[in-house]
């Protein structure tokens, strides 16, 4: 979990009288982050960060729990982001098939040149967190978003299923996915990978069952026997080591990621917040007053 939400809660429970307007301002990159990465355009990020923060205005002195908040910024800020009125030119058109990501393994399969610090390299990591920006808005939503909770927002699975709605299992069944799509598509688009000559075009029956279950693995879900089964595939091919290299990269990628939320941008946005707060606040007082 983003320790701004804990730092907010940690500030509302200080009861000073400008904490919750502290709390919102803690609060204001977290959600201008997250609906960069769902919105994928800066200006639906920004209404989605304003018009959030302005229902968590009245709503956050009754939070103690930073997951109860979190949980519910996220649910709030998900539903406005999947109603914005702009559409990213990299919007899906198409539902992942797990049968299809697997296929695509055996062709791609490459080792990565390690990063350096040249201008040329720095440059080059820019271009990849942007490769990784556009990649993700590719993903349909419903894939889109456990990846961008669980992977980059870093809610558990069960705190992801929550904010969404759904089971748990649902959760682990699309997250994989995206993770797969979102390898597959960094691999054949970025450039900097080069190819190994000896890389079969297909996956073995075994190897496709191996790949499918990378993510429980690399989740520390498999245990047992199904654990030292895929631990003994891997140990005898070299295949589905570099794919699950590559796979472990791509999560590490996205537990990295800022889409260049920068709150310098918004500081109209926040100013109009704060403004827009203090107005509700005194209209309850109001309220309260002529009761």
Not at 107 to 127: D, H, K, W
Request: contains cysteine.
């Amino acid at each position: 979990m983003r320790t701004e939400i804990i730092d907010a809660v940690e500030t509302l429970r200080e009861n000073r009288a400008d904490s919750v307007e502290q709390a919102l301002v803690q609060l204001q990159g977290v959600i201008l982050s997250f609906s960069m990465k769902v919105c994928g355009n800066r200006e639906d990020a920004e209404d989605t960060m304003q018009e959030t923060l302005l229902q968590a205005a009245s709503q956050l002195p009754h939070f103690d729990r930073s997951e109860a908040l979190a949980l519910w910024l996220y649910k709030v800020a998900r539903t406005r982001c999947l109603m914005s009125r702009r559409k990213s030119k990299f919007a899906p058109k198409h539902t992942l098939s797990l049968e299809r990501l697997l296929e695509s393994q055996g062709n791609s399969a490459s080792i990565s040149r390690r990063n350096g610090s040249t201008p040329e390299e720095v440059t080059l990591r820019r271009e990849r967190r942007e490769l990784l920006q556009q990649t993700v808005l590719k993903l349909p939503p419903q894939y889109r978003l456990p990846l961008v909770l669980h992977d980059m927002e870093d809610l558990s699975t069960k705190e992801t299923a929550a904010a969404l709605g759904i089971r748990e299992g649902t959760v682990r069944v699309r997250l994989h996915r995206a993770r797969l799509f979102l390898r597959n598509e960094l691999e054949r688009t970025s450039g900097q990978r080069r190819e190994l000559p000896e890389a079969p075009q297909a996956l073995s029956r075994k190897c496709k069952a191996v790949v499918a279950a990378l993510s429980e693995y690399l989740d520390e879900r498999l245990d047992g026997e199904p654990c030292g089964e895929l631990e003994k595939h891997l140990r005898g091919c070299q295949m589905c080591q570099r794919l699950l290299a590559e796979l472990q990269r791509t999560i590490e990628q996205c537990r990295q990621h800022q889409p260049g939320a920068r709150l310098k941008a918004s500081a109209c946005a926040r100013q109009t917040l704060l403004a827009e707060y203090r107005r509700v606040l005194d209209t309850l007082k109001g309220r309260r007053n002529g009761e």
